[in-house]
C-alpha cells in the first residue's frame, strides 16, 4: 500500500512556490493574460482553487461530489470555464487567502484518510496518494502557465517523478479519452531526471514499444503545457509513437494542446 505522505509534502512544496509567485502581485498583474486562452493569472489560481474543492468533497463528502459531476455533465464545455470565470471575478487578496485555506483542508484530509481509501473522480476512482499527484500536476502545470506571464522561469525540481509517474499510467486512458483502443503491449519508459545522473524508468526493460527523454519534457507533453514537436522525447515503435501525439496526465476530455513555438497561440 503506497504511503501518501511524501507525495502530500511535495503537494505542500509545489503550492508554496506558487504561493510565493503570485502573494505580492499587483491587481494590474493578476489580469495578466496566460498562455491558456482567455485566462489570466486570476484564472489559473480560481481554477486550482475549485479543483481542491471539488477533490476535498470527494474525499469528505462523496454525495457533494456526486453533485459537482452532475454539473459537469450537464455543460461539459464549460463547467471548467465558468469555475475559473467565477472564482477571477473575486479580489485578488480574497481570491489568495481562498486558495491557501481549500489546500491546506485538502492536505489535512488526505493525511487523515483511512488506509487504503478510495476516492470517486472525474476520471477512475483514487486512492490518497494518487489524489494528491493529481493535484500537484495541477498546481505544476498551472503554476507553468502563471510563470509564463510573469516572464519568470521555474527551475525543475525532483517533484517531477510524480507527475511523470502519473502520465505513465494515464497511458490507457489517454487512448480511450480519444476513443481509440489502447496497446496491449506493455511500454518502456526512460526519463532523465532533473540535473542528469539518475534515470526514472517504468516497464519492461525488453519491451518493443519505448518512450526516452527528459523528464521534464515528459510532463510537459503529458500536461499539454508544450508541442511535441519542442521537445526531446523519442518514439521506438508505432504505438509508442501514436500515443505521444495523445498522451494526457489529467482527467476529462483531451484538451486543444499548445502549438508548435512560432505558430502563435
Same mark, same amino acid.
Given at each position: 500500500?503506497?504511503?501518501?505522505?511524501?507525495?502530500?509534502? =511535495?503537494?505542500?512544496?509545489?503550492?508554496?512556490?506558487?504561493?510565493?509567485?503570485?502573494?505580492?502581485?499587483?491587481?494590474?498583474?493578476?489580469?495578466?493574460? %496566460?498562455?491558456?486562452?482567455? !485566462?489570466?493569472?486570476?484564472?489559473?489560481?480560481?481554477?486550482?482553487? !475549485?479543483?481542491?474543492?471539488?477533490?476535498?468533497?470527494?474525499?469528505?463528502?462523496?454525495?457533494?461530489?456526486?453533485?459537482?459531476?452532475?454539473?459537469?455533465?450537464?455543460?461539459?464545455?464549460?463547467?471548467?470555464?465558468?469555475?475559473?470565470?467565477?472564482?477571477?471575478?473575486?479580489?485578488?487578496?480574497?481570491?489568495?487567502?481562498? !486558495?491557501?485555506?481549500?489546500?491546506?483542508?485538502?492536505?489535512?484530509?488526505?493525511?487523515?484518510?483511512?488506509?487504503?481509501?478510495?476516492?470517486?473522480?472525474?476520471?477512475?476512482?483514487?486512492?490518497?496518494?494518487?489524489?494528491? %499527484?493529481?493535484?500537484?500536476?495541477?498546481?505544476?502545470?498551472?503554476?507553468?502557465?502563471?510563470?509564463?506571464?510573469?516572464?519568470?522561469?521555474?527551475?525543475?525540481?525532483?517533484?517531477?517523478?510524480?507527475?511523470?509517474?502519473?502520465?505513465?499510467?494515464?497511458?490507457?486512458?489517454?487512448?480511450?479519452?480519444?476513443?481509440?483502443?489502447?496497446?496491449?503491449?506493455?511500454?518502456?519508459?526512460?526519463? %532523465?531526471?532533473?540535473?542528469?545522473?539518475?534515470?526514472? %524508468?517504468?516497464?519492461?526493460?525488453?519491451?518493443?514499444?519505448?518512450?526516452?527523454?527528459?523528464?521534464? =519534457?515528459?510532463?510537459?507533453?503529458?500536461?499539454?503545457?508544450?508541442?511535441?514537436?519542442?521537445?526531446?522525447?523519442?518514439?521506438?515503435?508505432?504505438?509508442?509513437?501514436?500515443?505521444? =501525439?495523445?498522451?494526457?496526465?489529467?482527467?476529462?476530455?483531451?484538451?486543444?494542446?499548445?502549438?508548435?513555438?512560432?505558430?502563435?497561440?
Amino acid at each position: 500500500m503506497s504511503d501518501p505522505t511524501p507525495v502530500i509534502d =511535495d503537494l505542500r512544496e509545489e503550492s508554496e512556490e506558487l504561493d510565493a509567485l503570485v502573494a505580492r502581485l499587483s491587481p494590474e498583474e493578476w489580469r495578466l493574460a %496566460t498562455p491558456a486562452p482567455r !485566462w489570466t493569472i486570476a484564472h489559473q489560481i480560481a481554477h486550482l482553487t !475549485w479543483t481542491d474543492r471539488a477533490a476535498l468533497l470527494a474525499v469528505t463528502d462523496e454525495k457533494g461530489f456526486a453533485g459537482l459531476v452532475e454539473q459537469a455533465l450537464a455543460a461539459p464545455d464549460r463547467y471548467v470555464d465558468d469555475g475559473a470565470d467565477e472564482g477571477a471575478r473575486q479580489p485578488p487578496a480574497e481570491l489568495l487567502a481562498t !486558495w491557501r485555506e481549500g489546500r491546506a483542508a485538502l492536505g489535512e484530509a488526505l493525511r487523515d484518510s483511512a488506509p487504503g481509501a478510495r476516492f470517486p473522480w472525474y476520471g477512475p476512482p483514487m486512492a490518497a496518494a494518487s489524489m494528491a %499527484t493529481a493535484r500537484l500536476m495541477e498546481t505544476w502545470a498551472h503554476g507553468l502557465d502563471v510563470a509564463d506571464a510573469l516572464g519568470v522561469t521555474r527551475p525543475p525540481t525532483g517533484r517531477l517523478r510524480h507527475i511523470a509517474r502519473i502520465g505513465v499510467r494515464a497511458r490507457d486512458f489517454a487512448h480511450a479519452a480519444h476513443g481509440l483502443t489502447p496497446p496491449a503491449e506493455p511500454f518502456r519508459v526512460e526519463l %532523465t531526471a532533473p540535473g542528469g545522473g539518475d534515470l526514472w %524508468t517504468y516497464g519492461p526493460e525488453d519491451a518493443r514499444q519505448r518512450v526516452t527523454g527528459p523528464a521534464l =519534457d515528459f510532463c510537459l507533453l503529458a500536461t499539454q503545457r508544450a508541442h511535441r514537436a519542442d521537445l526531446a522525447l523519442r518514439a521506438e515503435g508505432p504505438d509508442a509513437d501514436r500515443w505521444l =501525439d495523445i498522451a494526457q496526465a489529467f482527467a476529462g476530455p483531451p484538451g486543444a494542446g499548445r502549438p508548435p513555438r512560432g505558430a502563435g497561440r
